[in-house]
Structures are given as structure tokens and as C-alpha cells.
């Protein structure tokens, strides 16, 4: 039960952003939604390499065998970065949307119809 | 001739020439407007020439497998890794180098016109950056045999797509249209990744083959389906995800629209991956082909008469290119539901399939000149509205046939491709069921219905006199729509040969799990 945890928390992490992108009109929290989803799938890879009592992946003088899975960190890496740059772009989205609209209401943003 | 360098290496450098070029234009735009645009179309026309090699090496030798960072580009599983491919591993068959080809077909075209018709514009460093980062991001996603590679391909896709389209931002409708694509593309990357944690958790691979070769198709794997299909299928723009479609499509630059319609093919590439080699005969093909088959159906009809009553051309055009999409789905889900049966699929499902992969080229090719044609209008009338176009056939008189040849091509009528394989289809879906069939030549008709109007409103009439200045558009951008054009003569007048060239082993590479599988681990 204590190893499955970190997957409910990651589970959650995601159904709480994706409620929070349908619900919340602000698109900076539309967006702050899909950050978290992106927390909840990174967890959900960190939690699927962990071996209980393993150390961190690196073998130079290691005091034991049993390790944690480093390929899932290695995502989870790269997956971080990406996170990066989509949430960059995103909010700079926003910005020139409040500029050009000045409003950030999902509601209010609705030009393109049909 | 070719050296054997270029040869060994060429599925990296499908990748490494355009992101090279990517990254080093908004450096060359230092030092001039020219030395840019000739550097990006240089970098363009040199990954055709990768895919053209690529493609030729794949259709003579079979997959090519190119692993990263082994001793030799064919050592896919090391000795003593216990038999697991553990490292990157670009697996390139004929269904891959098909797809890269007509890819890089369409981003010359798009480039050569991108040349005239942003000449006008600001920010042209990072506009030609972003096309061939969009290129990169296709060609990957076309040639990995790694699921988190596709993954990461997949997020350079969404990024560099999301970011052109809303790259002029014109009051700011485009960046809206620009967010609404970056948000779901980003959500359906999400959901590509957890699926991928799944099947990694349950198999410890990555590499799609292995993964493959172990599969249960346990309750995980069937969730994992689920969100692999719903967000490719979304980022592919199949109804009833396609609602980002009609505003990503009918904001983005016309250039930057044609290549969209490629990038949301490299998605439903994906789809066709994850069905046929990530799962294969484990699925209940019949339930899992009917699923896309319906999906299909409801593409090709909700796009069509969604795209009967726009007024903007571009907007009319991208309800049109939902629609296509679904003859696809139709051809490849009738190939899917008779996979494990190979009576039925000698009898019509491998024409289906060939159809529905034809189509994909065919697609991307008219579909690229239509959106081709609606941006020179753009760019020399100033509007897309329906209405308020009219007599344009006197002053463009080019650009008319053009659209001529791309509008008859969508509908389906000879001697242009879409003919071709929309027949392909029609013929082996009948065999299957005839609603389904009659359901596709109702669409079809719908489509040419739709196109005669757009073609009246625009081009005849009497030469209207507040575009009494308009002239013909300029040269780079009809040599663009030009290659286009004779694509889809080509493909029309001389189906067969393409079907037997091109097409035919990509459906086989598809439907053969078995070989794809041995490919990479080698025998097993």
C-alpha cells in the first residue's frame, strides 16, 4: 500500500489539473492546469523506477547492486525541459491574448467561431 | 555515386540537415535577407535528397536500422544487455520513408513559396527556424523506433506548429488559434507519455519492436490504447477532436497551413504505428478497426457539411482537410478490422489499406496546393471572405488553374490523384460494407458541391473594380503550387506505378508485425 501511494498522488495530480482546465475561465490557470497534469506524469515515471531501499544509478564505487531505474529519470528529465518550453510559450500566449483582448476569460477569448 | 557515407547514415542525417539548418538561420539572417532564404531552401532541398535516398534504400534493402551511439549503425541490441535493445533506435520502413518523402515533398514546395510570400514580413529568422524545426519533428516522428522519441518528436511538432500558427499575430486571433492548438497538443503529449510510462512499466522497453514482441494486451495495455488513439487521433484531427482544426488551419500563414496538414499526418502515422506494430494481432482487430472505421466515417461527414457553409476560404478548406482525413481512417480501420484473416484481406483489405496509405500522399499534396492557392489570393486581395472575392479568374489566371487542379483532385475526379485512391477505396470498402462505401462517394460529391461554390465565388464573374490592381502571384510562389500541381497529375495519370513503388510496401511493412519485429531484434 505505502509503494502504491506515489501513483494515487500521481493520478490525483492529473484528475486536479485536468478539472482545472475544464473549469477555471482564467487561461493562466487553463495553463497552470496542464503544469500540473505534466507534475502528475512525471511522477507517475519517477514512481515506476523506484526500488525500495536502491540507490541513485550511478556505478563509479557504488556500496550495493540494487538501484533505482535511471532510464524513467532520464524521461522524466526530458520531459521537465519540454515542460518548460510548451509552458513558456503557452503564458507568452496569454500575454499577447491580454494585450490584443485585454481580458485572459476563456469566455471573453472566443473570436474564432464556426 | 551516392557516397557511402551519406548511404550508412542517412536516416540521422534525415534529422541532423534540418535541424542544423533550423539553427543556424537565424544566425545566417545576420547577414542578409538573400544568404538566409537561400540557406533554408538549401537545407530543405538537401533533406529531400536524404529522403530520397532513404526511401530508395528501404524500397531495395528493406527496414533500415539506424542505432545511436552503437559501434556500427546496425548493432540494435548490444551483447550484453540480455537481449534489449536499450539504446535510440530509428527503425525506417517502407511506411516511414513513404511518409518522409511526401513530407519532404510538400515542406520544398512550402519553402520555395514561403520565399515570396513572407518577403513583406517581420521576423523571418525565426519564421524559416521554426518551418524546418516543424520539419524535424515530422521526419522524426515518422522514422523512431523508440516510443519516448516519438514522444519527444511528437513535443517539437506541437511546439514549432503551435508557434507558426500564431506567428503573425493579426489582433491577436492567430495567438488564439495558436493557444488553443497548444494546449491540446500539449494535453495529448501528456497523455502519449503516460501511456508510454504504462507499457514501460509493464515490459521495461521502450523500443516499440520489443515491446511488441512482448505483448499481453493486459487491462493497462488497453487504457494505454485508449490514450495513445484519443490523442493522436486528436493531434490528427479526426472528428470529434477536431475542433482546433478549422482556427489552427485557417490562421496560421497559408505556407505554414500546407505543412500543418502534413504534421497532423505524421500523427495519424502514429496512430496507424500503435495499431498495427505497437499491438498487431493482440488487439481485437475487429472491434479496434470498426472503432477507427467509425471514427472515419464521422471525420469524412461532420467535416463535410461543416465545411459547406463557411464564408472564409481558408476555414472552408480545413473542415475539408477533417473530412479527407477520414477516408484514411475508412481505408486503413477496413484493413485492421480483417487483419487476422488472410483471406479477406488478400480479397479487399490490402487494397483498402493501399488506399487509405495512397490517400495520405495524395491528401498531402492537393491539400497543400489548395491552401497554397487560397494564400496567393490572400496575399494579393488582402481577404479571405467568400463573399466579398469575385472575377479573379481574369487577373489569376494561373493561381484558377491551379485551384482547378486541386479542387478536382479533393473531389475525386479524374485524372488527378485523389481519383485514384479515393477509387481504391471505394472498390475494397464495398466488399466490406457497401453503406459504409456509399457513405464515402455521398462525402465525395458533397466536397465537389462545396469546391464549385468556392471556385464561383472566387474566380468568376465579372473583374470586380476594387481588385481591378491585382495581378498574378509572384514566381517563387506558383513554382511552389506548380511542383504541387504536378504532383497530383502525376500521381493521377500514373497510379499504378506509385501504388507498386511506393505505396504497396508501405501497406505491407504495416500489416507485417512479424517482420518489423525481426527487423530490430533481429529473428526473433
Redesign the interface.
Known sequence: MLYDLPFLAAALL?VIG?AT?LLRRN?IK??MG?SL??AG?NL??VA?GYRGGGIAPIFTNAPQDLMVLP??QA?TL??IV?GI??TA??LS??M??Y???GTADADA?R??R? | MIPAFILQHAPALLLCVPMLGAFATPLLGRLGAGIRNAWALLAMLATLCVAGILTSEVLANGTLIYTFGAAAPSFAVPLDSGGIPIRIIFAVDAMGAFMALSASIVGTAVLLYSIASQKKNSGQDGYYGLLLLLTVGILGMVCTGDLFNFFVFLEINSLAGAALVAYRVDKGVAVEAGLKYAVLSTLGGLLVLFAIALLYGQYDALNIAMIASRMQFTLLDKVALVMLLVALAMKAGSVPMHFWTPDAYSMAPSAITAFLVVASQASLYGVFRVVFSLYGLALDCLTVGWIIIILGVLSMFVGVTMAIPQKDVKRLMAYHAVSQTGYMLLGVGVALAVLGNQDLLAAYGNIAMQGGIFHIINHAMYKGLLFLTAGAIFYRTGTRNLNRLGGLGHSMKWTMIFFIIGALAIAGIPPFNGFASKLMIYESVFLFNPLLSIIAMVVSILTLASFVKVFHSIFMGPALPEYAEVREAPLPMLIGMGILALMVILFGVFPQQVVDILVAPAAAALTDQGGYIASVLGGA
Do not use: D, K, P
Request: net charge positive.
Open positions: 492529473m485536468i482546465m487561461l487553463v495553463v496542464l497534469v505534466e506524469v507517475l515515471l515506476l532510464t524513467v524521461m526530458t520531459n519540454i518550453a510548451t510559450l503557452m500566449f496569454v499577447v491574448i494585450r490584443r483582448y477569448v473570436r474564432l464556426g
